[in-house]
């Protein structure tokens, strides 16, 4: 398996733009998770999502926020409008079970 | 919520052994996770522990203690390409899958 895909690598945008970053889970696993990592916050769970579903979203920082699963392999984050405290690492991880989760490579987000 | 706490940074010689501390602070506790991250990668998955006592993983073993909040990864015979942040995380509450990470423990590996 390829493991957990993410696109793009790299982001850079300025202010009040749309951002969307891409997200697609290992095959097979039922949960998916975004999360959002800072030097000062560390690693933050913004939002997880079960069978597509989303699950728990009291991570997401404000209404600026959404995420959307529409089919078991494919989820998106979206960012709208975009501020430069939203900079940050972006990552998705998959799961099947309530053990380990595989995290993709991450989305470096940029704002200016 | 969680607190979840450890240490910021480490340094530690080749060869030698480092232990690396967490506590944590919370409700409905289902199982504590400790990740290991190199610089600008992904967090990878190490140990898993549910149970009191200690989970034995080649160099890496980690003990939990649930009476008392505390977990501690112990990694031997230090390698230089052990330099990375190491990730205590408590899965509790809210949902079976929900799992909140600390700020991690950036240890460095000197010659």
């Known amino acids: 398996d390829a493991g957990v895909i993410q696109s793009p690598r790299h982001e850079v945008t300025e202010m009040g733009q749309e951002v969307t970053l891409r997200c697609k889970p290992i095959s097979g696993h039922d949960y998916l998770f975004w999360y959002r990592q800072t030097m000062m916050r560390g690693l933050e769970l913004l939002i997880y999502f079960n069978n597509n579903v989303p699950i728990d979203d009291s991570g997401m920082p404000e209404d600026r926020f959404s995420a959307k699963m529409p089919n078991a392999s494919f989820s998106t984050l979206k960012i709208q409008p975009s501020e430069p405290r939203d900079s940050a690492v972006y990552f998705c991880?998959?799961?099947?079970?309530?053990?380990?989760?595989?995290f993709g490579p991450g989305t470096r987000l940029t704002v200016l | 919520g969680q607190n979840i706490d450890q240490p910021t940074e480490m340094t530690a010689t080749e060869g030698a052994i480092v232990q690396i501390n967490c506590t944590y602070q919370t409700s409905g506790f289902n199982g504590l996770f400790w990740y290991q991250q190199h610089a600008g990668e992904a967090p990878t998955f190490l140990s898993y522990n549910v149970l009191d006592g200690l989970e034995e993983k080649g160099r890496f073993s980690s003990f939990l203690s649930r009476s008392k909040g505390y977990s501690y990864l112990l990694l031997k015979e230090l390698q230089m390409k052990d330099s990375a942040s190491y990730l205590c995380a408590v899965r509790a509450g809210g949902g079976y899958q929900k799992v909140t990470f600390g700020t991690g423990t950036k240890l460095q590996v000197i010659p």
């Open positions: 991880a998959s799961s099947g079970g309530p053990r380990e989760q595989f």
